[in-house]
Structure formats: C-alpha cells, structure tokens
C-alpha cells in the first residue's frame, strides 16, 4: 500500500492546511478554539482555494476545517485505497470475467479500472465493510473489509475482494449508489445499450465497440453471449461477512441510465434518476417496506410553471404498472426481444408517424431513430409489462410520462424539509423550447440553455410523492473567457452527484465536468443562508464521485468523496508516463466528530 498517501495540498498551498492531518488521518479533536456551542445545529466549513500552480491541478486538496455546532475540527482528505491497491490478497478494481478470471489489457497487463465511483459504508455484525462501484464494461464492484481506529476515526482496508456478478450475467457500468433504511448497498447499472440495434447475426451492436461489444469481454470475446436486456438496472448488495454477500438486480424498478436510487423514509419509495439525453425521472413504490422486489412504477409528467432561476414545473404521475423480479426474469430468461414488444417504423420529417395506430416517441434509448432519439412504435399484444420493465423510456414515452429530462444525476432528501434534490448536470437539449431532439414531441420542458447545470429542489408530499420542482442552485456561465473554465470559478459546474447532512441545513454537491472547471470541486452550499463553499479540488481530469454523508457509525461522521480517472477526462497530455497520478482514489473528508 506504499501508494495509498497522497499529499493534501500542493506545497503553494499547505501553509492553508496547517493543522490537517492530511491523508494520513485528520483528528477531529478539539483546537484551541473554545465557543459557546449554539442551540441549533451548524456546520461550516474552511474553503479550498481554485487551484492555480502546476502543482495545486494535479493535486487533491481538501478543506483542513470543519466547525461543528461552534466547534472546530482538523480534518482532512483520507485515501483509503486508490485503483490498483493491493489489500489483503486482492487487487482493488482488477476486473473479472464469468469464470472468475482476470482480464488483461491489449498489452497483456492486468486489467485495473481507474473509474472508481460510489463506496458504500456498512455497518454488519460488529464490523465495517465498503461496497465500491467501478463504472466499467464490464463493471467491477468490490467488497472491502475496513478497520477504524476508535481514537482518531482514521478508516483503513484490511482485506477486499472482487464481488462474483455471473448469476446476473455481469455487472454494467456501475455508476452513483445510496444505502438502504435496512443497511444494504443499492448501486446502479448506467447507459443500457439498445436492444433494437443489436445484430441477431453477430449479437454486436454497430459503432458501439466502446460500450455494448465491449462487453462481450465478460464472456470471452463472445457477442452472441450477451443479452442487452441483461443491463441497466438497479442492484442490491446484502453484506453478511466479508466471505458472504448477495447480489441482486432489481428488474421491476425499470430499465434507463441508472445513476442511483434514493429510498425514501417509508422504505418502500424510491426515487431513481436517469443519466442521458431524453431521460425520464421514476419512482418506485414497493409493495412492501424493505422489499424491492415487487411494486409499481411511476414515470413524472413536467408541467413548466416558469424557466426562471433554473425553472419550475408542477409534477404529476404516470403509472407503468406494477411487475415482480421474478416476472421480468422470464422475459429475459426467454431472450425476448425488441421486435417481440414493438412494432416500428421511421418518422417523418417533421416527427410523425406514416401510419395510423403509431406513436411518435423521443428517447435517449434509441440509436436508430431521427436524430438517435426519435421513433414511431407500437406496442404488441400484452407486452405491456415487459415494456415497462424493459424499454421503460420507450413505455413511459408511449403513456405521456415526459422523456425531456437531460443529464439527471445525483438525488438527496432533506427530511425535515420534506425536500427532495436533483442535480442535473446541463440543462440543454431536450430540456429547451423546440430542440431538436423533441422533433414531433409534447414539448414539455422549455428551458432556458445552461450548459454549467442546476440542483434542483423536489417538494414531496406525505406519501413521499414529488409535487412540483425548480431550480435552487444553478450555474453560472463564465465571462472570463478561459476556455478551460467555461463555468464561474465561484459556483458549480456541472452538478453531479449530492447529499444532504440531516438537521444541519448543508447540502453537497460535486461534480463532473470537463470545460466547466478545469479541476472538478465538491461543495458545501447552506440552504437556508444560501453560502456556497468549495471544500475539495481535484487533479486534472477527474470527475469527483459519490460525494455521501454518514452521520454516525461508532461515534464518527464521515463524508465520503471518490476522485475518478485523473487526466481521464481531460488534460491527458499532463499525465507523467508510468508516474501511477492516473490511479483514481477512494476515500472521505473528515473524520468529525458524531452528528446523528
């Protein structure tokens, strides 16, 4: 683990972090500063300056102070592992194929992802485990035993091990992820291919070598081993023991680019966002509380109220039916197919349909339609609950759901509030007046461009039902003209994912951009005095995941934060050849003291 310490700050900076512990475990022991605590509950924190040297944007730099109800706190960021690790026999992020071999590179190396994304932490029988994502094709999800030390909090691995997906033919691109009520892990399946382009004779999927055909990698190079229906969905990982954990994908909750599921308080709501262009927003009702086996689904219709601050729109609710597991198992046991759901066939010009009994749909689903996004279909004979389960775009679309949504991310809930947040990372595309992409369709959603994005506020009802919603923390276009930050410097760029600390009014909010800001930030934004702090740079390149905060577990608070692909998604010629900066990192700021 001779790699698992990084340096904080670059050394332009460090006098800022006097104090911090930094990777090696910051104390949340009291300094010397003394205040009188506050009845209400608050929390602050110090801010992290925009990187400016060569050395501060290939850095991780974190806030060095948090003050809790008038207290201060030295922390820190704290890797626990970054890709490649090697922690009690395994590999962290090495990816496996069916049989449980490794798969190696064009080079012959072994195959390590660096797209590690949410990390769970979970508490079970006295011990504390980690569930981490890696966004990969095929994916990765790895099963990490933690220690903590009880006098400074201080996270370390023990032991991890690659998670076994062969009983759900794999795992796809494993995106964001939430905890359950019941303490479970339920992670994500993000960008499903589409089934209707798959070639029967090759089972490979034309121009998608990235993507679907790649996957063909989990069953030896084999294309026609794959089922596209097979992926993009949610999973559910029950923790027993470090030897014993069972993975689940829930195929009644529907199929879209799956960024998360957030459940709800009633444990039997559930939210889930969809990553892409023409998404669609679900919820999800469980027939019973702890149970997402069984339920019914829900697709959100946007009625635009104002495309002020962001925009606003009442919100109502299509239901796509209820379904089971185990019922939509049988449709992909029994390979069932688009052609087997759907009549199709192409649009006009404008968007309609040549023939009457077909309805024009808009979707990100689609590769083969006018613009990738528009379809004329018809629904089968009683394939309505395979298509609300299997293509539930094209389903939501065909029932009057709004398929305008463009980039929706991350998803948290401040329950005193009764206020649900939605990031969604460039309000463009579908979600303006007349684009293209919503050539022939209702036209829902008639914003105003903003390629930096917005947070989104979501009030719900007392059944956990979303109502209405507007923008709370937009972005804001730069006037610099720096083409690498095309965003203002002093606010978000590209939202991505976010979480709320309970009681304390704070929402965080990271992000994922690549022009927006030239090193991605995580922020701290207070929703009642509207403060808006930046508390975690990142090095060229990476995208900052799972940003998810635990108020207590054993008296510790911890907020977690994941820096994806360094020099990966831009800067690359930056990347010092053979210097490992490339490895991504895993890890959490803080530690603080208990804020349940």
């Known amino acids: 683990m001779k790699h698992l310490n990084i340096s904080l700050m670059a050394v332009a900076v460090a006098a800022a972090l006097a104090g911090c512990n930094g990777n090696d475990g910051g104390s949340a022991s009291d300094t010397t500063t003394t205040t009188t605590t506050p009845a209400a509950r608050s929390i602050s924190f110090g801010s992290v300056p925009v990187p400016a040297t060569e050395a501060e ?217 969809d990553d892409g262009g023409n998404g669609v927003m679900l919820r999800f009702v469980a027939d019973k509380a702890g149970d997402l086996s069984s339920g019914e689904l829900f697709a959100a219709k946007w009625t635009q109220t104002s495309k002020d601050n962001g925009g606003a729109a009442n919100l109502s609710w299509v239901s796509l039916g209820k379904a089971t597991d185990a019922e939509v198992k049988t449709y992909l046991d029994s390979k069932l197919t688009f052609a087997d759901m759907f009549d199709a066939e192409t649009a006009n010009a404008d968007g309609s349909c040549p023939t009457a009994g077909f309805t024009h749909v808009a979707t990100g689903s689609g590769t083969t339609g006018i613009n990738g996004v528009t379809e004329c279909l018809k629904l089968k004979t009683g394939m309505e609950k395979a298509a609300s389960r299997l293509e539930t775009r094209r389903y939501a679309a065909l029932k009057g759901a709004t398929t305008e949504f463009n980039k929706m991310e991350g998803i948290t809930l401040d329950q005193d509030s009764k206020t649900m947040y939605m990031s969604m990372s460039s309000v463009e595309k579908s979600m303006l007046d007349n684009d293209k992409t919503d050539l022939g369709g209702p036209n829902d959603i008639r914003l105003d461009k903003n390629s930096c994005g917005t947070v989104f506020g ?14 709370v923390v937009p972005g804001k276009a730069s006037t610099t003209g720096d083409a690498a930050n095309t965003c203002d410097l002093n606010g978000v760029a590209n939202p991505d994912n976010v979480t709320y600390m309970p009681g304390y009014k704070t929402l965080i909010i990271g992000e994922d951009t690549g022009t927006g800001h030239q090193n991605d930030a995580i922020w701290s934004y207070n929703t009642e005095s509207k403060a808006l702090t930046r508390i975690l740079t990142t090095p060229y390149g990476s995208e900052t995941t799972s940003p998810y905060f635990y108020p207590d577990i054993n008296g510790w608070a911890y907020l977690m934060a994941v820096v994806q692909h360094p020099y990966g998604e831009s800067d690359q010629s930056k990347l010092v050849a053979g210097s490992g900066d490339n490895r991504a990192y895993t890890g959490y700021i803080g530690p603080l003291p208990s804020m349940k």
Request: proline share 3%; glycine share 10%.
């Open 458 to 471: 979501l009030k719900l009802d007392d059944n956990y039902a979303a109502t209405s919603m507007a923008g």
């Open 57 to 273: 944007k290939r850095a991780v730099s974190a806030t060095s102070k948090a003050t809790v109800n008038g207290k201060d706190y030295n922390i820190g960021y704290n890797t626990i592992m970054r890709s490649g690790d090697q922690v009690g026999g395994g590999t962290f992020g090495l990816v496996y194929d069916s049989t449980g071999t490794p798969l190696t590179a064009t080079d012959g190396s072994l195959r390590v992802s660096d797209d590690n994304d949410f990390a769970s932490l979970l508490p079970v029988g006295g011990k504390l485990f980690m569930v981490s994502h890696f966004e990969t094709r095929p994916a990765a999800m790895y099963l990490t035993e933690l220690s903590q030390d009880k006098t400074s909090g201080k996270l370390t691995a023990v032991q991890t091990r690659n998670l076994d997906f062969s009983a759900v033919h794999g795992g796809w691109v494993h995106c964001a992820g939430s905890v359950t009520p019941w303490n479970t892990h339920l992670g994500s399946e993000e960008y499903p291919p589409d089934a209707r382009a798959v070639n029967p004779a090759t089972g490979s999927i034309d121009n998608d070598s990235e993507y679907y055909n790649a996957m063909a990698a989990y069953y030896g190079g084999n294309k026609l081993a794959l089922n596209a229906y097979d992926y993009g969905y949610q999973v559910e990982v029950k923790v027993n023991s470090f030897d014993s954990a069972t993975v689940t994908k829930h195929y009644t909750m529907g199929r879209i680019a799956h960024e998360l599921g957030k459940v709800m308080p009633d444990n039997k709501t559930v939210y889930m966002s």
